[in-house]
C-alpha cells in the first residue's frame, strides 16, 4: 500500500505542467536521497534511478568486497561470501551494486518520503502563482467565477488558479453567478500565511486604462498617452489624453466614430460615464475641460493652498456639480485642486451671500450648501427641497428653516 501511494504521489508531481523536467528530476533526487542517507548513512554511496515518466525509481547501493570477517559498516562494505551469493565469481575488492527495494525503508520512511515530496509541489506550486501574477500586475485577465461570498468572489484562471475579487474591488451593480467570465485587473499579489494570494480588481484606475489599450490601438501603440484616471466606480470617469503627434486627435480617436470604441469600455463597466479630454499642462485650461459639459467662466487661482474659485453661469452649476457631486469631485482629483463653483451674479442684484446669514444659520450648515455650489441665498431658493435633500447631507428640517431665513431676507 505504501508503495502504491509514494507512486500516486510521482504521478501528482509528473502531470504538474508549472514544472519543468529539470527542476522535476532535481526535486525527486533531492527528496529521495534525504531519506536514502538517513537510512544508510551520510557515506554510503547510493545510487538514484528516477523514472518520472512512468512514475517508478530504483534505488542502488553500491558497496565494496572485503575478506570475510572484516566487514565495518554493513551499508559501505560486503563479506566475500555474501557478495558471492549475487555473483559467483566476485573478488575482493570489487564493488557490488543492490537494488534496495522501497518496501525495505519501512511505512514510516515511506510517509516522510510522500510528504516531502508533496510539500515541494506545494511549495513549487505557490512560487510559479506568485511568480506569474507579480509579473502581470496591471494586467486584464479573464476568469471563471467559481464560488461568490459575502465578502469577496473566488474565480479561477485558465489553469485552475484560484484568485479574489473582493467586494469593494467590485463596481456596485457587478452581478456574477457561477460559470460566469469575468474580466478584471490584477491589483496585487499578497503572501498570507506562506500563500501567494492573487486580488483582482474591475474599480482601480488600471483597470479602465487597459479598457482602452484594449479598444484603443493608438493607445496600445503608444500615439496616445493616457496621463490621468480618475473614477467613480460605475457612476463616473474622467480620462485626461494626449497625443504627441498633431495629426491625431486624442479624444476622437478613443471615443471613436459615433462612439463605437468608448461603448464596449462603458458596457463593461455598467454604464460608466467617461470624459474624455484634452491634457494641458495649463492648470486653468485643465479644470476649466475637467468640469465639462459645464461651460465655466471666470477661474482664479490659489497655488499655495491648490484651491481654485470657479464662476459660471447659474444654469451651469448643476452640470458642474453634477448627479451626487461625482462630477465635480473627479475634476478635483484629475486637476489636483479643492474646486468651488460660484455663481455669476452680474444678472442678479437682489442676491445675498449665505455668508451674511452667519447670525442666523450655523457655519456648518452654511458649509454644506457651498459644498454643492450653493453660495447665496437664491442659489438656495432657486433648488427644490428635495434636490438639497439629495445633494447634501442636511435633514429635510434644516432645510425648510434655511428656506425660511432666506425667503424672509430676499422678500423683507
Not at 120 to 145: C, P
Request: aromatic share 6%.
Amino acid at each position: 500500500m505504501a508503495t502504491v501511494n509514494l507512486l500516486e504521489s510521482f504521478g501528482e508531481f509528473k502531470d504538474n505542467k508549472n514544472i519543468d523536467r529539470v527542476t522535476m528530476m532535481g526535486i525527486l533526487e533531492d527528496v529521495f536521497r534525504g531519506v536514502v542517507k538517513k537510512r544508510f548513512g551520510e557515506e554510503a554511496k547510493v545510487d538514484i534511478i528516477i523514472n518520472p515518466d512512468k512514475g517508478d525509481l530504483e534505488v542502488w547501493l553500491n558497496r565494496i568486497i572485503v575478506e570475510d570477517g572484516f566487514s565495518e559498516d554493513d551499508n559501505l562494505d560486503i563479506e566475500l561470501s555474501e557478495a558471492r551469493k549475487i555473483e559467483p565469481d566476485f573478488e575482493v575488492g570489487e564493488e557490488v551494486s543492490q537494488e534496495v527495494k522501497i518496501e525495505d525503508f519501512g511505512r514510516r520512511n515511506i510517509l516522510s518520503l510522500k510528504q516531502n515530496l508533496q510539500s515541494r509541489i506545494l511549495e513549487l506550486e505557490k512560487d510559479h502563482l506568485y511568480k506569474k501574477y507579480a509579473e502581470r500586475v496591471g494586467d486584464i485577465i479573464t476568469g471563471e467565477v467559481y464560488q461568490i461570498w459575502k465578502r469577496e468572489t473566488l474565480i479561477l484562471d485558465d489553469e485552475g488558479n484560484e484568485l479574489i475579487m473582493p467586494k469593494d474591488q467590485q463596481i456596485k451593480t457587478d452581478f456574477f453567478k457561477k460559470g460566469d467570465n469575468v474580466r478584471a485587473v490584477v491589483w496585487k499579489v499578497e503572501m498570507r500565511n506562506n500563500t501567494p494570494v492573487v486580488i483582482l480588481s474591475r474599480t482601480a484606475p488600471e483597470f479602465l486604462e487597459k479598457l482602452f489599450e484594449q479598444e484603443v490601438p493608438e493607445v496600445a501603440d503608444g500615439l496616445i498617452t493616457i496621463k490621468r484616471i480618475v473614477r467613480e466606480p460605475g457612476e463616473r470617469a474622467k480620462v485626461a489624453v494626449e497625443s504627441y503627434d498633431d495629426r491625431i486627435d486624442p479624444v476622437g480617436a478613443c471615443v471613436g466614430m459615433k462612439g463605437s470604441r468608448i461603448h464596449g469600455i462603458v458596457r463593461e463597466l455598467r454604464n460608466e460615464n467617461i470624459d474624455v479630454i484634452n491634457y494641458t499642462s495649463n492648470e486653468q485650461l485643465l479644470i476649466q475641460r475637467a468640469l465639462s459639459p459645464a461651460k465655466v467662466g471666470d477661474i482664479k487661482l490659489d497655488q499655495e493652498h491648490k484651491r481654485a474659485e470657479v464662476y459660471m453661469k447659474p444654469d451651469q452649476v448643476a452640470l458642474a456639480i453634477g448627479k451626487g457631486g461625482h462630477n465635480i469631485k473627479l475634476a478635483g482629483k484629475l486637476t489636483g485642486f479643492d474646486i468651488d463653483v460660484y455663481r455669476d451674479t452680474d444678472e442678479v442684484s437682489d442676491d445675498v451671500s449665505l455668508d451674511e446669514f452667519a447670525d442666523e444659520i450655523d457655519e456648518w450648515i452654511i458649509e454644506e450648501f457651498k459644498k454643492i455650489g450653493c453660495d447665496t441665498a437664491r442659489n438656495v431658493l432657486d433648488l427644490s427641497v428635495e434636490e438639497l435633500v439629495k445633494r447634501t447631507d442636511l435633514e429635510e428640517e434644516t432645510i425648510e428653516e434655511v428656506r425660511r431665513i432666506l425667503k424672509k431676507e430676499l422678500e423683507g
